[in-house]
């Protein structure tokens, strides 16, 4: 099985700031990473796929990177709708899901 | 617009098994794409259960792989879980979602989830 580690489990921030969440697998996961942002009550939403790949309707201050066994989810400019929880998942080898970063404010 | 909805007992008793339903809307599941549930327990993250294609290829988690059968009804365009030997432990949001391909892929649409809990 592979593992997936978040990085920090809360981070508490202003509108405006850069905000950067960390994401390591226990090996390599090639690019195949996604990115969901979920609000209290609801299901997750997808933000990035193939670690830097924006989805569809999702707004540009969010971007992705990294390869193998380490990745981050950027957002530029934080937003008052982007206090959430956020989880990292793999599917390079069945699938698996970080234990999510809640981003509160600050 | 492609739609998905939950259903289901919201209580089950240990020992038992739970059946969950995910009807899909928008899209025939016939044309294609994987088809998956996932859960999460109150307060906790998500965990990936399983997923099956409109062939009935299915592919599960190992760790419920002995309790876990996910099943496709094409005819009437949705898909089900079943989870047997039900514990505390699976008390949980169930989510049924769609992968945005026919492999392993990200989940693009989700259900709204249905709170299934465990008790007697």
């Known amino acids: 099985d592979i593992q997936m580690t978040q990085s920090p489990s809360t981070l508490s921030a202003s509108v405006g700031d850069r905000v950067t969440i960390t994401c390591r697998a226990s090996?390599?996961?090639?690019?195949?990473l996604a990115w969901y942002q979920q609000k209290p009550g609801k299901a997750p939403k997808l933000l990035i796929y193939?670690?830097?790949s924006l989805e569809s309707g999702v707004p540009s201050r969010f971007s992705g990177s990294g390869s193998g066994t380490e990745f981050t989810l950027t957002i530029s400019s934080l937003q008052p709708d982007d206090f959430a929880t956020y989880y990292c998942?793999?599917?390079?080898?069945?699938?698996?899901f970080g234990q999510g970063t809640k981003v509160e404010i600050k | 617009q492609v739609q998905l909805q939950e259903s289901g007992p919201g209580l089950v008793k240990p020992s038992e098994t739970l059946s969950l339903t995910c009807a899909v809307s928008?899209?025939?599941?016939?044309?294609?794409?994987?088809w998956g549930w996932i859960r999460q327990p109150p307060g906790k993250g998500l965990e990936w259960i399983g997923n099956?294609?409109?062939?009935?290829?299915?592919y599960y988690n190992p760790s419920l792989k002995s309790r876990v059968t996910i099943s496709v009804d094409t005819s009437k365009n949705q898909f089900s879980l079943r989870l047997s030997s039900v514990t505390a432990a699976d008390t949980a949001v169930y989510y049924c979602?769609?992968?945005?391909?026919?492999?392993?892929?990200?989940?693009?649409?989700w259900g709204q989830g249905t709170l299934v809990t465990v008790s007697s």
């Open positions: 090996q390599s996961v090639s690019n195949w």
């Open positions: 998942q793999q599917y390079n080898s069945y699938s698996s």
């Open positions: 099956i294609y409109h062939s009935g290829s299915t």
């Open positions: 193939k670690a830097s």
């Open positions: 979602a769609r992968l945005m391909g026919s492999g392993w892929y990200p989940l693009d649409y």
């Open positions: 928008g899209y025939s599941i016939s044309s294609g794409y994987y």
